[in-house]
């Protein structure tokens, strides 16, 4: 968006606004990265990064870190990999963590084949542009189909499950490490004994409680 270009609110639909929000936070990006300093830590992604509450959890933490947080709440792979300029490569970190691709796992037509594709594409861009950058990818989260109405949990749920979730972190892990990557497991942490995303961790079923990030985060810190 241009200097002078101005943003203009759109009409009703939801997804207007959440496509509004989202330009917002990227104006915002644009305009803090010129300022930002350079060989930081960054977490990038969809809303599970956005969400984290990084900054609060790490005070607890010494050496201090400096960290960026470049989540986008709805973002899937392509819409990440369409703005890799704001979400990462003007911020030159020296590692990047990545939470990308719930968003593709929730919509009908997905195809693990096609979220594992962008998700190459993501990570060679990153490498290409930014060798040096320690890249480390995140297992998707598990989730919790159990605590919505069904007629909600039938929308939300039809393909984000814990199985369908556990054959692309899978595949994921094979990816970091074919690509010279680092592949996290936060997945496991967070399962309760039935396997799925512990109640007392999740607002929904799907989004964390910071109790959550505090455990997710106990696991990051080993590879800071």
Known sequence: MAQDEKLVVPGNPAMDMEAFLRKIRLESFRRLNPIAVKGAILFAGSSLAEQFPIHELLNRFEPKYIVYNRGVGGYTTSDLLETMDECIF??????????????????????????????????????????????????????????????????MFAKRTNESIDAVNLRLEGLASELGCTYIDVNTCLRDREGNLDPKYTVEGIHLYPNAYEVVLDTLVKYF
């Open 90 to 155: 003007d911020l030159e970190p020296s590692m990047i963590f990545l939470n990308i691709g719930s968003n593709d796992i929730g919509r009908p037509e997905y195809r693990e084949d096609d979220l594992v594709a962008v998700y190459r594409r993501i990570l060679l861009s990153i490498q290409e542009r930014l060798p040096r950058t320690k890249i480390r990818v995140l297992s998707f989260y598990p989730v919790h189909s159990g605590l919505l109405p069904e007629e909600v949990r039938a929308m």
